[in-house]
């Protein structure tokens, strides 16, 4: 068998001082780890909610193949030209029917190597959504069995829908991992059909706040019932991720283990 391909994919980016951290950072991980492929969820880049059309081509730039999306993946309107014209941005595939672009991303990796990705939102402690299990099964459907990696983003909040999720396209894909909650979770395996999993992949995003935002602003919102913007936090810029590694020739997970990188300050 050829080596494996090894993919790194990157949870929810929270704000820009992140994602100038990822700018730094990418194009050293691609070379020390030997990276086919990075995915990151982008749905928080833009000062906490969404993502422009200026982040995403740096994101690009930097060497993201696919950048997916989450409940606050279309908050900033510019991105939906940039949707509709097919750029590799895997926005939920359960939104309404008229919602723009379509339920999945895909792209060419280096070798010729086809790597799609679909993301679903969950239901739980959600705002309603279609059902997430219907539009993976609708999804898969429409890609069909082609060759090449199959990605899913498990966008939700509760721990059983998302392994449920994972179970349910457990043998389709290569890796079904999570992200929304912005914490990663130890339960990263491969299931038995050879889908790499993880409840949640965690944020890139500061570790001195509340997900990534002023704990002082949250608990006040909290206890006074006052909404209020939350800006935030700055320094101790943590990455966080899951290192995936595949049977090209299967599109079967081999392994898959939990990506942290913490920065200074
Ligand atoms: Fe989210
Ligand atoms: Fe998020």
Redesign the pocket.
């Known amino acids: 068998m050829e080596q494996p391909a090894r993919l790194l994919f990157l ?2 980016v ?1 704000g820009d001082e992140a994602l100038t951290r990822l700018e730094q950072r990418i194009p050293i991980l691609r070379k020390d780890l030997g990276l086919l492929a990075v995915v990151v ?1 982008g ?2 880049a833009a000062g906490g909610s969404g993502l422009t059309a200026a982040q995403f081509h740096r994101l690009r730039k930097a060497g993201v193949d696919v950048v997916t999306l ?3 993946g279309l908050k900033r309107r510019e991105i939906v030209p940039l949707l509709e014209r097919g750029e590799p941005i895997s926005r939920p595939a359960n939104l309404p029917s008229q919602a723009p672009g379509r339920g999945w991303a895909q792209t060419e990796l280096a070798g010729g190597v086809v790597l799609r990705v679909v993301t679903v939102l969950g239901r739980v402690f959600m705002k309603p959504v279609d059902c997430p299990f219907d539009a993976l099964d609708r999804v898969l459907a429409e890609m069909g069995p082609g060759p090449g990696i199959t990605l899913v983003d498990l ?1 939700a909040e509760a721990t059983a829908e998302k392994e449920l999720l994972g179970w349910h396209v457990d043998g389709k894909v290569a890796a079904a991992v999570g ?4 914490v990663p979770t130890a339960d990263e395996r491969v299931l038995p059909g050879g889908t790499a999993y993880q409840t949640d992949v965690g ?1 890139c995003g500061s570790m001195a706040g509340v ?2 935002r002023d704990p002082a602003a949250v608990l006040r919102t909290t206890r006074t019932g006052l909404p209020e913007s939350w800006s935030l936090t700055g320094g101790r810029i943590a990455l966080s991720g899951a290192l995936i590694e595949v049977d090209v020739a299967t599109g079967r997970a081999l392994g898959i283990s939990r990506f942290r990188e913490e920065g200074p300050g």
């Open positions: 949870g929810d929270v969820n749905e928080n989450g409940d606050h966008h992200t929304h909650t912005h944020m997900l990534g």
